[in-house]
Structure formats: structure tokens, C-alpha cells
């Protein structure tokens, strides 16, 4: 504030240049000087909150990461502020441009559709969202625009929204669908509980396997639903800050009909970004048809394909077992053998299988 006894232009251009809130000449009344003065703290106090609204305007940009644009229709002229840079590479911030050079910038694919809602908008007065992907500095992203057209007095129209990056949101969403598409489609039974281990979600594998519909299983344990026998000590290792998170193993389940069948199961401890537990995810595979191959395997190895006795290598197997046995009770071990005479001749004349 100022208070001279002249007005002259280099005195008030020195005073301009100062930014003051008030010019007075010199004499002036004390209640002219006292209105002035008051004045001037009031239009102060009212640059102070004009100050302060744009500096939480500024951090709420800031912490949301998002870019304001202003397009202006009739001069086809795009002004914007905040998180371009992130947005559109090396561009200046503040951005002002001609609305052709930011539409050489959107994805081709993309442009048509962004400026015919652009244009809706202005047309229409609603507020629109549209995404579109970007191409140039560091790479194509996607972003998401929230707009809407306004008018001032001289009727020239403008469109006032903001810009925030979605590229990492889209990212996630599709690794979603693809977590989706596996969870539902994939062989193996996936079980989901909480940090409480109550079932929160199965799949159709799940079901086919064991009998148990969703809806009858959420909320309850897994393992009381399976009958697999993991107990608090189990889950308790299994979080252990030395444990992997992770086991595997065979376990013996049980179907919704109450008939039991092995299964291969692994079980992982889902934690968050504080290292805190909220999920536990098990998968697991029907082994009936496996275990059943292998004594299948194991009954062809030890027994005549034609007789279905015991053959040389069983009788091996039992003849040792015999003899240890009876050596640890010191008792004697007999074994009886049968030949058949002239069998062999049967075999070179007429072959084998007249033979067998």
C-alpha cells in the first residue's frame, strides 16, 4: 500500500510493478485512508482463500495423478495442467495446443470416436466419459477422460474435464479375466477361504470332483468339507515367517456320497502388500485313476498274464520274505517244488502257446 504525495507515471508504473493493494494521494483524509485500508485486508483475505483453493485443488490433482484439459470449440485451441507430463511424455506442462496436434497423439483407431463424443457433448450439454489409447513418447497407453461442455456469457462454448491414466487398471483387469477364465476352466478343483479358512468361492472342477455344490459349501472349513485332516498346527507351520507358504502332498478326500479317493493337493498362504495372510488357495487332482493304474501295473509285474498266479518275480519277493522271517524266529523255511515231466517237449513240438 502506497500513500504519495504525487501521481506521476514513473511513481505509479514503480507501484504497479510492486503488485500493491492500494495508491493514495496525498492529503487525504484519515477516514479515506482508514476505508481504503480496510478495504484492501478485505480483497487480501479474499486473494488468501482464492490462493488456498487452488493449492487444494492442485494436491487433490497431485494425489489422484490426473490431468485437467480445457477445449476450447471455437478456437479448436486445448489447454491443460497437472499430470500431462506422466500422460503425454515430454509435452510441456502447461499444454497449449491446437486440438489437431493432441488428436495426432490419440491412437488412430481411437480419434473418430473421441471426437464425435467431444463434439455430443458440445452439442448436448451432458457429460461424457470416453477412453482412448494414446501413441508416441514412452509408449501406447490408455486413458480416461471425464468432460463436460460449458457456455459463457459471449456464447462461445468450451469443454472443461479431467485426464487420468488407466493403463495399469486395464492391465490388472485383463490379467483378472485371464485368472478368471483358468479358475473356471482348468481340471483341477481350486477351493478359496479366507484368513479364517472359510470357503469363499470353488470352481466347476470342485464340484465335479467332489459332489459339493458352491452354495453348499461356502462358509465352512475346506478341509471338515474334505475330510484331508489339516488342523490348526498345519495352517499354523504353513504361515510360519520360516515356511515357503506353499505345501504339497497326497491326501486321502471325501466325496459329497461319502466314498473316499487320494488326491494330489497344494496349498498356498495369499498375503497382501503388509505381509498379512487373507487367503488361503488349494488345488488338488482326483489320483483314483492314477492309483488304480498303478496296481494294475503292479498285479500285471508280479502275476502270469494267462493264469493270473504269482509269477517268478512275486515268488522271489515272498521266498526272501519267507526266509528272513525265518531266520529272525530261527525256524526252518521249506519250499516244495513241482515239475512236470516231459513239459518241455510239449513246448519244442508244438510251441509255447499249446504249452501255456
Given amino acids: 500500500f502506497v500513500l504519495a504525495a504525487s501521481a506521476e507515471d514513473d511513481t505509479l508504473r514503480r507501484a504497479l510493478d510492486c503488485r500493491l493493494f492500494g495508491y493514495l494521494v496525498k492529503p487525504c483524509e484519515a477516514r479515506e485512508l482508514h476505508a481504503t485500508i480496510q478495504m484492501a485486508l478485505a480483497r487480501r483475505e479474499v486473494e488468501v482463500l482464492v490462493e488456498r483453493s487452488e493449492q487444494l485443488f492442485k494436491q487433490a490433482l497431485d494425489a489422484a495423478s490426473l490431468g485437467v484439459i480445457e477445449w476450447q470449440g471455437d478456437s479448436m485451441q486445448l489447454h491443460g495442467d497437472g499430470h500431462l507430463r506422466s500422460l503425454f511424455g515430454d509435452r510441456p506442462v502447461p499444454l497449449d495446443e491446437s486440438w489437431n ?71 490388472d483387469e485383463e490379467r483378472l479375466r485371464q485368472s478368471s477364465v483358468v479358475f ?60 515357503t507358504g506353499y505345501w504339497q502332498g497326497e491326501v486321502l478326500c471325501q466325496r459329497a456320497s461319502g466314498d473316499s479317493f487320494p488326491a494330489w493337493e497344494s496349498i498356498s498362504a495369499v498375503r497382501n502388500d503388509n505381509g498379512t495372510v487373507t487367503h488361503f488357495v488349494a488345488a488338488f487332482s482326483d489320483f483314483s485313476a492314477i492309483h488304480q493304474a498303478e496296481e494294475k501295473l503292479n498285479h500285471l509285474a508280479h502275476h502270469d498274464a494267462l493264469t493270473g498266479l504269482p509269477n517268478r518275480l512275486l515268488f522271489d519277493d515272498r521266498f526272501e520274505r519267507a526266509i528272513e522271517q525265518a531266520r529272525r524266529a530261527q525256524q526252518r523255511c521249506i519250499l516244495l517244488f513241482l515239475d512236470l515231466d516231459s513239459f518241455k517237449g510239449v513246448n519244442d513240438t508244438l510251441g509255447h502257446g499249446v504249452g501255456d
Fill in 101 to 171: 496436434l493432441f488428436l495426432s497423439r490419440v491412437d488412430a483407431g481411437d480419434r473418430e470416436r473421441v471426437s464425435a463424443a467431444l463434439n455430443a457433448a458440445l452439442q448436448r450439454g451432458d457429460p461424457v466419459r470416453i477412453e482412448f489409447r494414446t501413441v508416441g513418447n514412452g509408449g501406447p497407453r490408455s486413458l480416461e477422460a471425464h468432460a463436460r461442455a460449458y457456455g459463457d456469457p459471449a456464447g462461445e462454448q468450451r469443454i472443461v474435464g479431467i485426464l487420468q491414466d488407466v493403463t495399469q487398471r486395464r492391465r
Fill in 184 to 243: 473356471h476352466t482348468t481340471a483341477e478343483a481350486i477351493v478359496i477361504a479366507d484368513a479364517r479358512r472359510r470357503i469363499v468361492a470353488v470352481n466347476a472342477a470342485y464340484t465335479r470332483i467332489t459332489g459339493h455344490d458352491e452354495t453348499q459349501v461356502l462358509g465352512l472349513d475346506p478341509d471338515a468339507v474334505l475330510g484331508t485332516g489339516h488342523g490348526d498346527d498345519f495352517y499354523a507351520a504353513l504361515v510360519a515367517p520360516s515356511s
